[in-house]
């Protein structure tokens, strides 16, 4: 479960990082994402700033950062009448990891659908690698698609073992958990399956 927008767009963009701790970055993307064609005349406008380690799935260490989003676009009034409007998403996260153990959680909150609608999203998550073929898993989304209606939202919880019986191969049963905040619980068991290259 994600808030709305690309996890992958076509653009440019700068980084760098100040006394080897503090990271920063700026991208400038079309903001449709890059399976779909530029359907608008605007851009948006990316940051991310984070202080600590930058592989924590791979080192000990903890990383505490925020992010910015802002995209302008054409807001439907009526059939006749369009305005400007922005959106933009604002979110905050933290990890650490430590001795196999890998905490975290983020914050987002994201504003579409109209000047005054605001979506958020709360994720809890921890790893916990059990040796170097096994690991168990966890993740807890609380999602609002609107923080000014009353029971409109879900959660989502996710557990499973990552089980790697050989190099590139990661065998993944899970138990996912949909919870509507009003409406009938759903749970799903699956089996997937990563190849890694």
């Given amino acids: 479960m994600t808030l709305s927008t690309s996890s992958?767009?076509?653009?440019?963009?700068?980084?760098?990082?100040?006394?080897?701790?503090?990271?920063t970055s700026v991208i400038y993307?079309?903001?449709?994402?890059?399976?779909?064609?530029?359907?608008?005349?605007?851009k948006k406008l990316s940051?991310?700033?984070y202080f600590g380690e930058k592989k924590v799935t791979k080192?000990?260490?903890?990383?505490?950062?925020?992010?910015?989003?802002?995209e302008p676009?054409?807001?439907?009034?009526?059939?006749v009448t369009t305005e400007e409007k922005v959106k933009t998403l604002y979110g905050v996260f933290g990890v650490y990891a430590k001795n196999g153990i890998r905490v975290g959680g983020e914050l987002e909150r994201f504003n579409t659908a109209g000047p005054?609608?605001?979506?958020?999203?709360?994720?809890?998550?921890?790893?916990?690698?059990?040796?170097?073929?096994?690991?168990?898993?966890g993740?807890?989304?609380?999602?609002?698609?609107?923080?000014?209606?009353?029971?409109?939202?879900?959660?989502?919880?996710?557990?499973?073992?990552g089980y790697k019986p050989g190099k590139g191969l990661v065998i993944v049963p899970n138990l996912r958990l949909i919870m509507p905040e009003d409406g009938d619980k759903t749970t799903l068991f699956k089996l997937n399956f990563m190849f890694e290259f």
């Fill in 116 to 137: 005054n609608i605001y979506q958020q999203m709360i994720v809890v998550y921890g790893n916990f690698n059990l040796n170097e073929k096994l690991e168990v898993f």
């Fill in 47 to 49: 940051a991310q700033v």
């Fill in 73 to 79: 676009y054409d807001y439907e009034v009526d059939s």
């Fill in 139 to 161: 993740r807890f989304d609380i999602y609002d698609p609107d923080t000014d209606t009353e029971k409109d939202g879900e959660n989502y919880a996710i557990v499973g073992v």
């Fill in 29 to 42: 993307t079309n903001g449709s994402g890059y399976k779909k064609g530029e359907n608008d005349t605007y």
């Fill in 59 to 70: 080192k000990d260490g903890f990383n505490v950062g925020s992010v910015f989003t802002f």
């Fill in 8 to 23: 992958a767009d076509l653009g440019i963009g700068y980084s760098k990082v100040f006394a080897d701790n503090l990271h």
